[in-house]
């Protein structure tokens, strides 16, 4: 094989040899040969040009390097796999595994989690033998391991009569004249051949040149968003100038990272993109159904399984409003999770379908029943037809099984072409193995659907591209590619350095053993690409996963390019700082945003957020009547006072237009039910203890004791809207837990309250002055008749207040002021004792108390009644406020609520306040 002369660039080869169609151009990719195809009609002049003789290194092997193996077939990656999930089964039920470090002893039991492993290193096993035999080494398990392998695939490949291309010796076989291997440096495995071709004078090559590193610049940048902002900028000024878009390129190395990005960053400017690069058949578009069908049928059809599954917007099922009824079902249901019960699995749909529709005020029984009845007909037919497709015993009844449930659920005229597609190349790989299940019946997998997914998990699938956009290619496949403008991104160390190994599943010092060296074929790739076209090398010193050094390969450096003044959007923005004029031109998404701004926003100049409505707009002024005034009175109650004091935007978006976060998800359990169960028991306990003992009797602990046990057992179902078939196993779970909270409070009576009356249980008190009516619902109020004392109790599942929450200066809390207020004016006295008893935690916090009357320890927070009166005071004027501001329709939001209390705002989409431009 001779260097081919008088040529420097593929350009100078086609140019020259071009026109004799005895000539085959060999490339190192079929993006390259198909690309040079093009060019060479303007290269040559011709008009035509046999596309048989521009052909890629992989196409030229299996042309001209035939395998020397009569009346044998290739094995495939697939037939290798079958091979490996067959081997690990049998190591798994041998009686002492024969395999011992490829397959770890302690796993032969899970082998097949090792078989995808095992399947890629078959190819290479020939070589490592000579290898090792060569250099005498290999007396380790793990070189044990390797030959028990290598003699098994060997009686594999015989048994069915196959060969594997990689061990078999090849002859060279002609079929033109003259061959031009171009750039074999970038040709992975092109050591592997060159025994056989170096000698063939049919052969001729073109190496790749030196990298010059002191003429090929590298431009850094800070981030990863910058290298691809500039890049976007560039095109752009590219295609203002007249270039077609066909005739740019780039290349990004790590691509998987940046492919978000940058098809936001095209598609925000218009610049038409096409990624030639593929995406593995089991994790997009609707090649998910298969391996989410498997997850439902494993996890016994969970709410997290069904629910990406059914509402997939790339599977058009039938029967949408039944799909919905059932999520609805599963929502309310709780449907979470299927539990095993005695060594078997209780389905979570199936027991909730046997259960009555419980009462609820807020919807109807009848609308209710209607949707379960729905749920209830498209799930129990569908797990069946889902078992049977997914536990399958052999791929021709998976493949039969399929088109039953296609038939039954699904709707091919739903398929967009691109998913269309997909399910197609899908079902393409499902029947090559229903073709491979015949020969090879001895070594088939054990669970055909779990193999089938498996591949659907590795096999790449490449959507078609129609050229005339900019292509977008990962790292080293377009190189030696005659695009005339190259943009080559993240030329970071890590993710642009190429680096051929041999037996890389071995270590390196094993490698090192065996005279394995590595090749570094980075300046290779980094100088053909240097070739072609106006090229621009870029860098990020901070990429999408983290810093990142320069490859070393670069020495001269170049200026980031000033492209702003050509960046629209970065216009947009200063215009709205007031910083520049508005932009001269807008790019379609920014001319969408101002149209529908101005078609939803037609009067200009009002925002809740900065002006107050007062009064108008008459519907919300009626909205708030009907809700939150009582006979011309403005109802406060402490929670809807703490919500206005933080921001009067929340509360105006949850409390006068009472929009609610939509509920998606079946949960467990939510904490929020230990507290309702607490308060209801604690609730009727104590009314039971007024009616039987008329005091609190700490000598009779003992009974309220079982007393409590016996109301939680009686009501506790009752009382939370936790329904479904978890609920009865939950809540007998947290009876501990809840009665411990229980046993708190009952101990803290016996010790402070002992002799007082429970005078009102979760009872509401109400008072009105002037046009404000204050009402609030208070956990307990205790009473000593002798000394007519009140104490007034709060109960807490979550933080608790403390007595410096409640400084007139910065109230934090107005629980216990309109509390004391309140009682103060229903008892005609006053309350000289407030606390807050944290039932989970078992806190106790002494807001107000006469410490003389009522010990409290080492707790010295407390205040008095007098002390604590400045605080009443303080919440009146904040009430009368608030009221004000209510009246007024006045929901601006303050300056001290700060960016970071908006974005923890669950309004803060709607607000939109995070997103408002300040001056």
């Not at 095209?266 to 998910?288: D, M, S, T, W, Y």
């Not at 990962?474 to 190429?498: D, E, G, M, Y």
């Not at 270590?507 to 053993?513: A, C, G, L, S, T």
């Not at 809840?738 to 101990?747: N, Q, R």
Request: with cysteine.
């Amino acid at each position: 094989m001779r260097i081919i002369s008088g040529c420097s660039t593929i350009e100078d080869c086609i140019r020259r040899y071009g026109t004799d169609a005895r000539t085959c151009f060999v490339f190192p990719s079929r993006i390259a040969a198909r690309l040079w195809m093009h060019r060479a009609l303007a290269l040559t002049g011709l008009t035509a040009v046999p596309a048989e003789l521009f052909i890629a290194w992989d196409a030229f092997k299996a042309e001209c390097c035939i395998a020397q193996a009569e009346n044998k077939n290739p094995a495939s990656q697939i037939i290798r796999l079958l091979f490996a999930h067959h081997i690990a089964a049998d190591n798994a039920a041998a009686e002492k595994p024969f395999l011992q470090n490829i397959i770890p002893a302690d796993y032969a039991a899970d082998g097949a989690i090792f078989a995808q492993w095992i399947a890629g290193i078959l190819p290479q096993l020939d070589h490592w033998e000579k290898r090792a035999a060569q250099h005498k080494a290999g007396k380790d398990a793990e070189f044990s391991d390797l030959r028990i392998l290598k003699k098994a695939y060997t009686e594999f490949l015989d048994a069915h009569r196959l060969f594997e291309p990689s061990w078999a010796g090849a002859e060279f076989i002609p079929h033109a004249q003259q061959y031009i291997l171009l750039y074999p440096e970038l040709m992975e495995d092109f050591d592997e051949y060159r025994g056989l071709l170096e000698e063939r004078p049919e052969l001729s090559m073109l190496s790749a040149p030196a990298f010059k590193a002191e003429t090929t610049p590298l431009i850094q940048f800070g981030t990863m968003r910058e290298e691809i902002r500039s890049t976007a900028l560039a095109v752009e000024q590219l295609l203002t100038n007249g270039v077609p878009a066909d005739d740019i390129a780039l290349s990004i190395a790590g691509i998987e990272d940046t492919v978000p990005y940058l098809k936001r960053e095209f598609a925000l400017r218009n610049i038409p993109a096409e990624f030639r690069l593929g995406f593995k058949l089991g994790e997009q578009q609707a090649g998910q159904l298969f391996p989410l069908l498997e997850q439902c049928v494993q996890e016994h059809y969970s709410f997290e399984s069904l629910k990406p599954l059914l509402l997939n917007p790339h599977i058009p099922w039938k029967h949408p409003a039944q799909i919905q009824a059932l999520i609805n079902f599963g929502i309310k249901n709780n449907c979470l999770v299927s539990w095993k019960d005695e060594g078997h699995y209780k389905n979570v749909w199936k027991e909730a379908f046997k259960l009555p529709i419980p009462y609820n005020p807020h919807s109807s029984a009848e609308e209710e029943q209607a949707e379960k009845e729905q749920a209830k007909e498209w799930l129990l037919p569908f797990m069946k037809a889902a078992e049977r497709f997914v536990q399958a015993q052999s791929f021709s009844e998976m493949r039969r099984q399929y088109i039953l449930f296609r038939a039954q659920y699904l709707n091919p005229d739903g398929f967009s072409a691109e998913d269309n597609a997909v399910i197609g190349r899908c079902i393409t790989l499902m029947q090559e193995l229903v073709q491979l299940e015949e020969d090879f019946a001895d070594c088939l997998p054990a669970q055909p659907y779990r193999f089938f997914t498996a591949q659907l998990s590795r096999e790449i699938y490449v959507p078609q591209n129609t050229g005339r956009a900019v292509s977008i290619f990962p790292f080293r496949v377009a190189a030696a590619t005659p695009f005339a403008h190259h943009f080559i991104l993240n030329c970071n160390q890590k993710a642009s350095r190429v680096i051929y190994q041999k037996l890389p599943f071995l270590r390196k010092d094993k490698r090192e053993e065996l005279g394995v060296i590595e090749k570094d074929a980075t300046q290779a790739f980094f100088a053909v690409y240097a070739t072609y076209g106006t090229v621009r090398f870029s860098v990020s010193e901070q990429t999408f996963s983290g810093f990142t050094v320069s490859n070393g390969i670069f020495t001269a450096f170049a200026p980031r390019p000033d492209l702003n003044d050509s960046d629209s959007l970065l216009q947009e923005y200063r215009f709205f700082k007031r910083e520049e004029p508005a932009p001269e031109a807008l790019y379609s998404v920014q001319k969408a945003g101002f149209e529908q701004f101005a078609g939803i926003k037609q009067k200009r100049g009002f925002s809740f957020l900065t002006e107050p409505f007062n009064g108008s707009l008459p519907v919300l002024s009626e909205k708030l009547k009907d809700g939150h005034y009582t006979d011309g009175a403005f109802r406060i109650s402490q929670s809807g006072l703490h919500l206005f004091s933080d921001c009067p935007a929340q509360w105006f978006l949850s409390s006068a237009l009472s929009i609610d976060e939509e509920d998606t998800d079946a949960e467990l359990f939510n904490p929020r039910y230990i507290g309702i169960i607490c308060h209801r028991i604690l609730e009727r306990l104590y009314q039971r203890i007024r009616e039987n003992d008329r005091v609190f009797i700490s000598a009779h602990l003992a009974d309220y004791r079982e007393w409590a046990e016996s109301i939680f057992n009686e009501t506790v179902h009752s009382q939370t809207d936790f329904r479904g078939p978890l609920a009865a196993p939950f809540i007998e779970s947290i009876k501990k837990r809840s009665l411990k909270s229980v046993d708190f409070v009952l101990t803290f009576d016996a010790e402070k309250l002992d002799g007082y009356a429970p005078y009102l249980m979760e009872g509401e008190l109400q008072y009105r002055s002037g046009d404000i009516l204050y009402h609030g619902l208070v956990d307990r109020i205790s009473y000593q008749e002798a000394e007519g004392r009140a104490v007034i109790i709060d109960y807490k599942t979550g933080k608790v207040p403390s007595a410096t929450d409640y400084t007139s200066e910065a109230m934090r809390d107005f629980q216990m002021p309109m509390y004391i207020f309140l009682a103060e004016n229903r008892l005609k006295q006053e309350v000289l004792h407030a606390f807050f008893l944290g039932i989970t935690k078992e806190d106790k916090k002494y807001i107000v108390n006469d410490k003389e009357v009522i010990p409290q320890g080492s707790a010295r927070s407390s205040k008095t009644r007098e002390e604590f009166e400045p605080s009443i005071q303080a919440f009146l004027q904040i009430a009368q406020e608030y009221a004000q501001q209510v009246g007024m329709e006045d929901f601006r939001k303050p300056a001290a609520v700060q960016w970071q209390d908006c974005m923890g705002c669950p309004f803060h989409t709607i607000c939109r306040t995070t997103f408002t431009v300040e001056e």
